[in-house]
């Protein structure tokens, strides 16, 4: 009975010991912070992180020629439970050799949970078989153009970056390279101003049965206000000018037409402003008007600026305008031959010619959307 005991409390100890290690290993793996996705090559690297609480540390990426760190670069992270991040940095050192390897190491606080290498090579083993012919990122959106060398498929993936994070994501699948092909995308939020804003596109060339080649590229620019004066829609008379803007960029534009007169023959200059009402952004178009004042007939050069609240001349339109002269007899003739505009004079008159302005501005608004 007494051997029946003991073999009891041994069995009874290990099944508790069993019991307790199981669930210190569930909450190591509930714990978990690792690596789900790592890539390099000359240009970038990312790494993806997996947590299974909440955690916060370091990536430390570092480029390595054999045993040598040639590069290293540690980004901050947070990352929730059960959720995943991903990190970006671009490489600041130029490379010099075909072949490195990077590797990035995860931390929370001193202690390192995962690690992982990928092997970077250049020429012919990470050579693509297209050449980018243009990369233009701007204010709008961006353009990609490329030429193959061979036919062959793709998938393109375009990554709006802030510092070391994917602020915005695009993704073309299985684009078939047999000419010159061109991707435009267009940015579907505003931008802040004068924000230098990075844009990466990663190209993942499809090589059944061996996993894509990836090639990425980086350019950079600083977004800020665009307009355009259409010229086909600036109607300059003896009474006002007409002048409808474009906008070309995701930062609003808040500003003003600028005109100014000069008389050739007096060299006298006038000047006029008005605010646009519209506020301004890629595709939208508004249309404002001014009213002369105080133009004398004559000939005169017409220089209209597109200006905003900073003063900044952001496109600009020059025309000619002859305003007739007109002898007091037929002006007082014309105007008595015509009832509706019988007695219109002074301030009257004048507020006529506004209101013609603005109906024609509400009208060409209209047609133009």
């Known amino acids: 009975m007494k051997n029946v005991c003991k073999v009891f409390k041994k069995l009874l100890a ?8 199981t669930l210190m290993i569930s909450g190591t793996a509930s714990a978990a912070l690792e690596i789900t996705d790592f890539f390099s090559d000359y240009t970038t690297s990312e790494v993806t992180i997996r947590a299974g609480q909440d955690h916060q540390g370091k990536a430390v990426f570092q480029l390595l020629d054999g045993t040598n760190v040639v590069e290293s670069q540690d980004v901050p992270f947070k990352v929730s439970a059960k959720e995943e991040v991903s990190k970006v940095i671009l490489w600041q050192n130029k490379l010099q050799k075909d072949y490195y390897t990077a590797k990035v190491s995860i931390y929370n606080d001193t202690q390192l949970h995962d690690k992982k290498t990928y092997q970077v090579s250049y020429g012919t ?24 060398f061979n036919p062959s498929a793709v998938d393109i993936k375009i990554e709006l970056l802030d510092n070391n994070d994917i602020i915005y994501s695009k ?8 000419s010159n092909t061109e991707l435009n995308i267009d940015w579907p939020f505003l931008l802040n101003d004068n924000e230098k804003y990075t844009v990466r596109t990663k190209i993942l060339t499809h090589r059944f049965p061996a996993e894509p080649l990836i090639n990425t590229y980086v ?9 355009e004066i259409l010229p086909d829609d600036v109607e300059v008379d003896e009474y006002g000018a007409s002048v409808t803007l474009r906008g070309n960029s995701q930062v609003p534009f808040d500003g003003f037409i600028d005109i100014s007169t000069t008389n050739r023959a007096t060299n006298e200059k006038k000047t006029f402003r008005q605010q646009v009402e519209e506020i301004l952004t890629s595709g939208k178009e508004d249309t404002a ?81």
């Open 14 to 21: 290990r099944i508790i010991l069993i019991s307790v290690c």
């Open 125 to 148: 083993v990470a050579m693509p078989s297209f050449h980018v012919v243009d990369f233009s990122p701007s204010n709008k959106g961006v353009q990609l153009l490329l030429r193959p």
């Open 171 to 178: 993704t073309k699948e299985d684009v078939s390279l047999t």
């Open 219 to 227: 350019a950079a620019f600083t977004a800020g206000n665009d307009v």
């Open 289 to 369: 008007g001014v009213v002369w004042k105080d133009l004398k007939s004559g000939t005169y050069d017409v220089s209209i600026r597109a200006v905003n609240k900073d003063n900044i001349e952001l496109d600009k339109y020059d025309t000619v305008l002859r305003i007739p002269e007109l002898d007091a007899e037929s002006e007082t003739s014309a105007v008595s031959n015509t009832p509706a505009l019988a007695g219109l004079t002074g301030s009257t008159g004048f507020a006529v010619i506004v209101i013609v302005i603005v109906i024609f501005a509400i009208a060409r608004r209209k047609r133009g959307g």
